[in-house]
């Protein structure tokens, strides 16, 4: 069985454990479970945005892409008409 990874410590700030004692208390759990869910969230929401940015970069080398994609744009400008 593997051993628990060492604990750690912050100093977290008035402001900091005022928001965690909030996630905390909204989602009935411990600090310490709302500090990992908090690390764990910003990690994943880190993880989508960097793959987003990637996905953008791709389409943006895709001469093809872009091309269509101002098509589009122009069309729907169009269609709105003036203003």
Do not use: N
């Not at 100093?11 to 009935?28: K, T, V």
């Not at 960097?50 to 994609?69: C, F, I, K, T």
Request: net charge negative; aromatic share 2%.
């Amino acid at each position: 069985m593997a051993s628990a990874p060492p604990p750690i410590s912050l100093r977290l700030g008035r402001d900091g454990l005022r928001e965690l004692d909030e996630i905390a208390r909204h989602r009935g759990i411990s600090r310490a479970e709302a500090a990992r869910q908090a690390i764990a969230e910003t990690a994943d929401r880190e993880a989508r945005h960097s793959g987003l940015a990637a996905e953008v970069r791709e389409l943006m080398a895709d001469e093809g892409y872009v091309r269509e994609a101002r098509e589009v744009a122009a069309l729907m400008e169009e269609m709105r008409g003036p203003r």
